[in-house]
């Protein structure tokens, strides 16, 4: 799931697609990708182990 935010991130920030103009809404979305990517890498750490 994490490697599939950063790809979609990377293809919107190459794409010619554009929500604002200029370069803010690229920066915007790479940040969004950054924060998410980690919130799921949080959560596969914290969920609990069932093998012992």
Known sequence: MKKLIIVLTILYMISPLDLAPG???DIIVMIL???FSSVVGDE???SPNKTR
């Open 23 to 25: 370069p803010l809404d």
């Open 33 to 35: 990708g950054i924060a």
């Open 44 to 46: 596969k750490r914290k």
